[in-house]
């Protein structure tokens, strides 16, 4: 099969989804929307901005003068821990009340930093207090499942440039990742081996989606990529959850996410909008020996820092769809400098 030329499928193994991958469309013309490049100097504090240190929120509770990273529980929660329990079951109609906490997690006291800017040691203090997290939240009862991500960029909704992310933890297992799950124990229970070892270590092997590589982690445009410079980072050995990274490990987590948000800036030279987020075993109780940790990337941008791919029509109606392969994608992705645009 010719992947350059051809329409074809491709199936992601770890969702049990398709994507149209129409390679032969990449040059067609564009008259679309165009997205303005946000202004990039803010200044380092912001007294306006309901993250920085000392300010005060909507809630009216002022922010600790945190000198690192900060975590406080969302003041507008889509969760709360005291929705009373409650079901409905009748044939068609299904409902059932869900308890859970979101919270907050500001990666640094500097207004105007970004992940691909920071130094890496601060970002080990984001790593270690998604652990922290994941663990404190995970051990509540009725706590099953812990996602923690983040969304950048006005373009993906998120409400301030204030280096941040969000945790949501529930009682339900969300259904992203119940696919994930049921994918992972069936092919671990047929191979005794996880499916995302085996399918990194092919990756490796093949070397044409690879981005990054450092001791612990690998990043790459999975071959099953949906939006146009979609990636993954994936540990080589087998974790289950981030609390079963050494921390050196989670010093190369830090690493890698730095290094992989700069090739993301490089890109368009803007600052790279996406949601992120980590994948990891339930906190249902349950041993989870199927789990392989892994960070997805969705970025929205395209061609260029204003045009950016938008799941419409066809995508909305059949079946995810895109134009330019993963393989270009890696390709374009792995031949830019590891050094920020703005150092350079
Ligand atoms: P974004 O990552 O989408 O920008 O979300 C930031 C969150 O901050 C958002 O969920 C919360 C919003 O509810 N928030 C507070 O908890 N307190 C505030 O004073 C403003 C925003
Ligand atoms: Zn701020």
Redesign the pocket.
Known sequence: MNFLEHSHRRYNPLTGEWVLVSPHRAKRPWQGQTEKATQENRPSYDPEC??CPGNK???GISNDNYESTFV???????LLPDTPSDELNDDLFKAKAEQGL?R?ICFSPKHNLTIPEMDVNVIKKVVDLWCDEYESLGKMDFINHVQIF??KGAVM????PHP???IWAQSSIPDEVMKESEKQKLYFDRKNNTLLSDYLHQELKKDERIVLENDTFVSLVPFWAVWPFETMILPKRIVSKITDLTQQEKMDFADMYKKLTIKYDNLFEVSFPYSAGIHQAPTDGLEHPEWHLHMHFYPPLLRSASVKKFMVGYEMMANAQRDITAEQAAQRLNELSNTHYKQL
Do not use: I, K, M, P
């Not at 909704?157 to 301030?160: A, D, E, F, K, M």
């Open positions: 309901y993250l929120r909507t809630s406080f529980t969302n003041d507008f929660s889509a979101s907050v983040e969304n909704g998120c409400s301030n941040h992310g969000q």
